[in-house]
């Protein structure tokens, strides 16, 4: 990278550190972060920020596993809440006004802002990340523990297409930019697994035993998938999971 960045603090002080953010590419002003204490937002870049927790009852809907901006619905942000140790209080939750409000629109869906149980590690007792995934008039969601689940009308109702059984445990979902119908999802100690027909009625799904078995987050960029294997480093493929390098000799210093 020949463009170099610097950082300051920006004083954004909340329950712990903060596990997701996600820029409105809209406008590009407007970003929406969230932690275990709720949601902020900022109208300038991220310079200023301030708590936006209206609407978020009861205190379980303040651990915020992920957030996303809505590719269909004006001005909405979408969020996928709860705690492991509970499912009566998970769920999806929507903002309509650009992440001022906050209102569960389902609560089929179930995530883990804060908590996790065995067989995740208890040093990591976060369950949080890229869980949503749009393309091709559906939302896509990888839950805490009970598979992957679609919607077709922006989260209202949620069917699932894969890994029911509540041991299957979601750490990453994405969609392949050039193919609305091929999904990738990270399962805890599972490798990552492909369907290349995620709109059908019975989605099928491939494990590529080649990829990390532990991937904790996954990124599309054009046609590779960049995926972190947490202290293990960053790993990639170039031809959707069939072969996957490992970048740590590049740029990450492991001495």
Same mark, same amino acid.
């Given at each position: 990278?020949?463009?170099?960045?610097?950082?300051? %603090?920006? #004083?954004?002080?909340?329950? !712990?550190?903060?596990?997701?953010?996600?820029?409105?590419?809209?406008?590009?002003?407007? &970003?929406?972060? *969230?932690?275990?204490?709720?949601?902020?937002?900022?109208?300038?870049? !991220?310079?200023?920020?301030?708590?936006?927790?209206?609407?978020?009852?009861?205190?379980?809907?303040?651990? &915020?596993?992920?957030? +996303?901006?809505?590719?269909?619905?004006?001005?909405?942000?979408?969020?996928?809440? *709860?705690? +492991?140790?509970?499912?009566?209080?998970? !769920?999806?939750?929507?903002?309509?006004?650009?992440?001022?409000?906050?209102?569960?629109?389902?609560?089929?869906?179930?995530? $883990?802002?804060?908590?996790?149980?065995?067989?995740?590690?208890?040093?990591?007792?976060?369950?949080?990340?890229?869980?949503?995934?749009?393309?091709?008039?559906?939302?896509?969601? $990888?839950?805490?523990?009970?598979?992957?689940?679609?919607?077709?009308?922006? *989260?209202?109702?949620?069917?699932?297409?894969?890994?029911?059984?509540?041991?299957?445990?979601? #750490?990453?979902?994405?969609?392949? %930019?050039?193919?609305?119908?091929?999904?990738? &999802? $990270?399962?805890?100690?599972?490798?990552?697994?492909?369907?290349?027909? +995620?709109?059908? !009625?019975?989605?099928?799904?491939?494990?590529?035993?080649?990829?990390? +078995?532990?991937?904790?987050?996954?990124?599309?960029?054009?046609?590779?998938?960049?995926? $972190?294997? *947490?202290?293990?480093?960053?790993?990639?493929?170039?031809?959707?999971?069939?072969?996957?390098?490992?970048?740590?000799?590049?740029?990450?210093?492991?001495?």
């Amino acid at each position: 990278m020949s463009t170099r960045y610097s950082f300051r %603090p920006l #004083r954004f002080d909340a329950g !712990g550190y903060v596990s997701m953010i996600a820029l409105d590419t809209s406008n590009g002003t407007l &970003v929406v972060a *969230g932690d275990i204490q709720g949601f902020s937002r900022s109208e300038d870049y !991220g310079d200023h920020w301030r708590i936006v927790n209206r609407g978020l009852y009861p205190d379980f809907w303040h651990r &915020v596993a992920c957030v +996303a901006w809505s590719a269909t619905e004006t001005n909405t942000v979408y969020a996928c809440v *709860g705690d +492991a140790s509970t499912t009566s209080d998970s !769920g999806f939750l929507v903002s309509t006004d650009g992440g001022k409000t906050w209102t569960l629109r389902s609560s089929t869906v179930h995530f $883990a802002g804060n908590h996790a149980a065995s067989p995740l590690p208890t040093n990591h007792p976060r369950s949080t990340g890229n869980l949503l995934a749009q393309g091709g008039g559906f939302i896509y969601a $990888a839950t805490y523990s009970e598979g992957v689940f679609r919607s077709n009308d922006n *989260g209202a109702t949620w069917t699932n297409i894969g890994f029911s059984g509540g041991t299957h445990y979601g #750490r990453s979902i994405v969609i392949d %930019p050039n193919d609305s119908n091929t999904l990738y &999802v $990270a399962l805890y100690n599972e490798n990552v697994w492909k369907c290349t027909n +995620a709109a059908a !009625g019975s989605p099928s799904w491939t494990q590529l035993t080649t990829a990390p +078995a532990i991937v904790e987050e996954m990124r599309f960029v054009e046609t590779t998938i960049y995926a $972190a294997r *947490g202290s293990s480093g960053i790993y990639r493929t170039t031809d959707g999971g069939t072969t996957w390098d490992s970048l740590n000799g590049s740029f990450i210093d492991t001495t």
